[in-house]
């Protein structure tokens, strides 16, 4: 990829702006129709993200840039789907309660039809579908989403939804990639291919001379941006060997 574009939305600072108060009025939520704002939210954060994202392709933006955006999208539907399942729970709570009649009529202070909120009696029976598979697998919609994002996928609900289709229709256990046997073949390859890196920098620099070396990277890194890599790589085998350290 090329230089990191100059896009309409900071995916470092904006999309996160947008992901904290869709999560916190989600948190603070006291009626349907604030659980519904909050999705709405959400959705705003994937709409921004999209956006975002479709630019960055078409400046050639830095793969990390395209990769932070992904998160942040793959954030915003968790968090949607979060409001869609209490929706569902609390709806269904009401129900048992009397509190909602047959046709929709909620009989309480907080909204007098699902119309008014602007929610359809199909979108109840997506949101109590999401609700069921939760229950079944948790966890099971980051992990769908993680999924998508190892794969170098764009986050979508297709995959979420037949994820639940298959866990509340067939019972079917939705496998996570990472936990399939091609998954750690390539894992290990991965870790393999760090170390191996490893130990060819190492010799390189006791072979040439940090100074020569330094000199080189110097008098060819105009921009910055090698130096930058190197950073990111000293930060990133840093946390690394934290792991590894137990």
């Given at each position: 990829m090329n230089a990191v574009a100059t896009l309409p939305i900071d995916p470092s600072s904006e999309l996160p702006a947008l992901l904290m108060a869709a999560s916190r009025r989600l948190a603070e939520a006291k009626t349907a129709g604030e659980v519904l704002e909050a999705r709405e939210m959400a959705r705003l954060a994937q709409d921004a993200a999209s956006a975002a994202l479709r630019i960055a392709k078409i400046r050639q933006a830095k793969d990390e840039v395209i990769s932070a955006v992904n998160h942040a999208q793959a954030d915003a539907m968790e968090i949607e789907y979060k409001a869609q399942r209490r929706f569902a729970e609390e709806y269904d709570e009401a129900q048992k309660q009397g509190f909602v009649a047959g046709q929709g009529n909620v009989q309480n202070a907080d909204v007098s039809h699902l119309a008014d909120l602007g929610v359809t009696r199909q979108d109840v029976h997506r949101f109590r579908e999401a609700a069921a598979a939760e229950t079944a697998e948790p966890g099971i919609t980051r992990r769908v989403l993680d999924d998508q994002l190892a794969s170098e996928q764009s986050p979508n609900r297709a995959g979420l939804l037949r994820a639940f289709k298959e866990i509340t229709r067939g019972g079917t256990h939705v496998v996570s990639k990472r936990d399939r046997p091609d998954h750690q073949d390539k894992d290990a390859k991965s870790g393999e291919a760090i170390v191996k890196a490893c130990v060819d920098i190492a010799n390189r620099l006791d072979i040439l001379g940090l100074e020569r070396i330094a000199e080189a990277i110097s008098e060819h890194d105009?921009?910055?941006?090698?130096?930058?890599?190197?950073?990111?790589?000293?930060?990133?085998?840093?946390?690394?060997?934290?792991?590894?350290?137990g």
């Open positions: 105009h921009g910055g941006r090698d130096l930058t890599s190197i950073r990111n790589a000293h930060t990133a085998l840093g946390k690394l060997l934290e792991v590894c350290d």
